[in-house]
């Protein structure tokens, strides 16, 4: 792997808060909501294939994730408890929704506003 990859360290579930916590080799630490990796998931489900095709996900609030798999030294397999369990964390992709998280997030308001979607309250 190129050394220009982040190296992921650490893989922490906190299923009470919804928090997926992971560690990388450069120090940097990101906590990830469930939510937030649910519907920023790298499946073909979400991203659809291809430019402008993205399937805006709603009523993911509540999502957790029952269970973990890591797939070689490059990725996770995260199984969500709505039963989503396709597409591969990539530790870059992971690193890049936690370097990101803050205008990823707010993109995904603005879209989900834009559809009509109230988002509800824990």
Known sequence: MADSQPQLVGVKL???????????????VFELPCEYLRV???SADV?????????????KEHVNIDNIE????????LIFDDGHNTGLYTW????????EQD?????????LKE???IRSND
């Open 14 to 28: 906190h299923k009470v808060s919804r928090i997926l916590e992971v560690e990388y080799e450069d120090g940097n």
């Open 40 to 42: 920023f998931s790298p």
């Open 47 to 59: 991203q659809g294939h291809g430019p402008g095709q993205e399937v805006l996900q709603v009523g």
């Open 70 to 77: 890591p797939v070689g030294n490059y990725a996770l397999k």
């Open 92 to 99: 870059a992709y992971l690193y890049e929704l936690g370097k």
């Open 103 to 111: 205008n990823y997030w707010m993109n995904y308001l603005d879209r």
């Open 115 to 117: 559809a009509g979607h």
